[in-house]
């Protein structure tokens, strides 16, 4: 599909860049979801240097966060549209967030508490 390959591209150009990737911003609101947008969490997560990550999908695009997206740890901001969060775990935790923008994602009152780092600003 021609819209995949210009994801695959991106995701090219990621696997040949070296040293830190420390933003990263894709807005693809005129295509479907595809398997490539998770290929390129996935690479982000292995070095998890990412600390601003946007994620803006198309209305009826509604991408489901891969497992692997909850390995960028060192986020401090995150905006998201159109995305769901299915995983329902516990263990992961945001603590660097400052900023969260979530356009229509679903995410589950349990799922939420991952992004929630309200008590560490209780100093
Ligand atoms: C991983 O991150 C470090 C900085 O924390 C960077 O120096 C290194 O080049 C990165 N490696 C890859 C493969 O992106
Ligand atoms: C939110 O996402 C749902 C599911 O993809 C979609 O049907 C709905 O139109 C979206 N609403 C808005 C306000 O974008």
């Known amino acids: 599909m021609i819209k995949c ?17 420390l933003e990263f911003s894709l807005c693809v609101s005129q295509l479907p979801s595809c398997c ?12 998890t240097t990412v600390e601003k990550f946007s994620l803006f999908m198309g209305v009826s695009y509604n991408h489901k966060l891969p ?14 549209k159109n995305c769901a969060v299915e995983l329902q775990s516990t ?3 945001f603590e660097r967030l400052t900023s969260l923008c979530f ?3 679903s995410i589950t009152k349990k799922m939420l508490i991952s992004f929630n780092t309200q008590e560490l600003h209780s100093d």
């Open 91 to 93: 263990i992961f935790r």
């Open 103 to 105: 356009h229509n994602v």
């Open 36 to 47: 490539e947008i998770d290929q390129i969490i996935l690479h982000l997560a292995k070095n």
């Open 5 to 21: 390959k210009v994801l695959h591209a991106i995701y090219t150009v990621l696997l040949l860049h070296h040293g830190p990737v």
């Open 67 to 80: 497992k692997s997206f909850f390995s960028l740890q060192k986020l401090t901001h995150l905006n998201l």
